[in-house]
């Protein structure tokens, strides 16, 4: 069966490729990845003609075959049938729609016919799937998962991260990468790869020259099979983009490849990223398989270990850890673990020079530190989890932005004490600024305005100067004139009508957020119902980034009708003056 999938799928290719070019003309809002699967199994059991289609081939199929053999039922229930009935719509374009087959039309009207059906059967696979991963996760807890661990992590004190720009610069000393830098300017262009191995021996023992790596022994096996630290970079190279397939049998080195280490701090940085999974290339390798996979996620299980030490923790005491855990997640943990010390002399080498390799970590006096880049990547790990962590920049690299993202999601109390904290270390006058250009950045979030609004209010006179400049701002002019005449500051344009209009429809955005009965209550405290209709009849002319939602908002959520009406004809008048 897997030769006939072959020549099928070489058959195919030309057709496929023409369709792909044509589909971004004549469809562009299918998905012609998803024709691919149809077209193969079309030709494998239903007609020997990838041209002859007819309607009896779609319910074989789409019903019969798709649902065996799809791999992601979630994108093929949402784009399958569109994709087919471009991919047919192209056949008979094309004049490839072959004699013997069902007309366009039929074909078209039994797709539409199936496509419920089809949709069905990708849902339900859909829930056997989600269904299979819950078991799994329940079932099936490995050795570097994070979700065992998810109440401690969520109890650490506040991880601080350092900015942006001193991470960039620890990534472009990172061994591993440059190593990765040095093996794929090394492949070059074009490089032909064999069936069984990568590389030849001659080309395995010239790129080893290349890393520095030594030339071990093979005691009988074969040189590919003896050189994992050689294909650990490889596999680093391909996962930094820095090797990429270039056709068949064949890699190519990235242009951009020997430009590493890159100048932009972000490009620096997202390379990083793209090689974090690589930690998993630090779990030691043996000879039996099984073995092996009983150590997989050690590297992760290190990791989470020191970062529930905040950050660093003596070498003996994970090492000891470490081995009762492996024995705990899998009945041959303990052998494997027998099996890595004779191999590595310690199963935590091969573990701590990947994870020092990359940068994330560091070991002094058998203490196992993470750097600021290794906290950087294991929050990133944790957030992939899904488990919950305090992690926020330093006070010292924390941007007003920053300062008012976490103020808002803070309690009062802890957010007054960050914003203490960040202040000592600026000149008020500036930093009232600072916040307020964070808060003009975006005038659709209201409530980190509010946030900035009232921690430059809390600044007092000093902060005038700010505020001044915040009038030319329409997100903070209410603001600024609000705050202005609270200070007695001469020649201040007194608020305006609009300008309150402006501060409630800002207090409703937040409401709004908060859920309906919140909601309901803001709109109560805005006065009786008299006082919200006469409101709802001028305030449709603020021209409030949030106005329409919340007018629609107010009509579904206010029980008395007149509200109601009246929020209507407000959301009429505002729509009719926009338009």
Request: a negative charge.
């Amino acid at each position: 069966m897997t030769d006939r999938i072959e020549a099928a799928a070489a058959e195919l290719r030309p057709l496929l490729q023409n369709f792909i070019l044509w589909a971004r003309e004549n469809a562009p809002g299918s998905d012609s990845g998803l024709v691919g699967s149809v077209a193969l199994w079309h030709r494998l059991i239903a007609s020997d003609d990838v041209g002859r289609w007819k309607r009896s081939d779609l319910r074989t199929v789409l019903l019969d075959r798709m649902p065996q053999v799809v791999e992601d039922p979630d994108a093929a229930a949402d784009g399958m049938v569109p994709a087919i009935r471009a991919y047919l719509t192209f056949l008979a374009d094309s004049g490839r729609l072959a004699r013997g087959s069902s007309s366009l039309e039929d074909l078209l009207a039994e797709l539409d016919a199936l496509e419920d059906d089809f949709v069905d059967a990708m849902e339900e696979l859909v829930v056997e799937e989600d269904e299979e991963e819950d078991y799994d996760e329940e079932e099936a807890e490995g050795l570097g998962d994070f979700e065992p661990f998810a109440d401690e992590l969520a109890e650490l004190p506040t991880i601080r991260l350092r900015p942006d720009s001193e991470l960039a610069a620890a990534t472009r000393k990172t061994v591993l990468i440059a190593k990765a830098r040095d093996l794929a300017v090394w492949v070059g262009t074009e490089r032909r790869v064999g069936e069984t191995s990568l590389l030849s021996d001659a080309e395995i023992t010239e790129a080893l020259g290349v890393l520095g790596f030594p030339v071990p022994r093979t005691d009988g096996a074969t040189l590919a099979d003896s050189v994992p630290a050689l294909w650990n970079v490889w596999n680093l190279a391909i996962d930094l983009d820095f090797l990429q397939p270039e056709g068949e049998d064949t890699v190519s080195v990235d242009p951009d490849t020997a430009e590493w280490p890159f100048e932009e701090d972000d490009d620096a940085l997202d390379a990083w990223m793209a090689g974090l999974h690589s930690i998993d290339y630090g779990d030691p390798e043996l000879d039996d398989e099984e073995a092996t996979i009983a150590l997989s996620g050690l590297t992760r299980a290190l990791l989470i270990r020191v970062l529930l030490a905040t950050g660093s923790k003596p070498l003996a005491e994970l090492r000891t850890e470490l081995a009762e855990a492996a024995a705990e997640y899998d009945d041959l943990g303990a052998e494997a673990w027998a099996a890595a010390t004779e191999r590595y002399g310690d199963p935590l080498n091969p573990v701590l020079d990947w994870l020092t390799g990359y940068g994330m970590v560091e070991v002094e006096h058998d203490q196992v530190r993470l750097t600021p880049l290794g906290m950087e990547g294991v929050v990133h790990l944790a957030d992939e989890a899904d488990i919950e962590l305090d992690a926020r920049p330093a006070i010292d690299a924390m941007t007003a932005l920053d300062l008012l993202s976490f103020g808002a999601e803070l309690p009062e109390e802890e957010a007054d004490a960050e914003f203490a904290a960040w202040m000592e270390l600026r000149a008020p006058e500036q930093a009232a600024r600072d916040l307020l250009e964070a808060a003009a950045e975006d005038d659709a979030d209201a409530l980190i305005r509010v946030q900035a609004a009232s921690m430059v209010g809390s600044l007092g006179e000093v902060a005038a100067p700010a505020w001044r400049e915040a009038l030319d701002e329409p997100s903070l002019r209410p603001y600024a004139a609000t705050h202005l005449a609270q200070l007695g500051v001469e020649d201040a344009p007194p608020p305006t009508q609009a300008d309150t209009h402006w501060l409630i429809l800002d207090m409703l955005t937040i409401s709004a957020g908060l859920g309906r009965p919140e909601f309901v209550s803001s709109l109560d405290d805005i006065g009786n119902v008299p006082n919200l209709v006469n409101l709802l009849d001028v305030i449709w002319k603020v021209p409030h980034p949030h106005l329409e939602e919340l007018l629609e908002a107010i009509g579904k959520a206010h029980p008395d009708k007149q509200v109601g009406k009246a929020a209507k004809r407000a959301l009429f008048k505002a729509r009719s003056g926009q338009n």
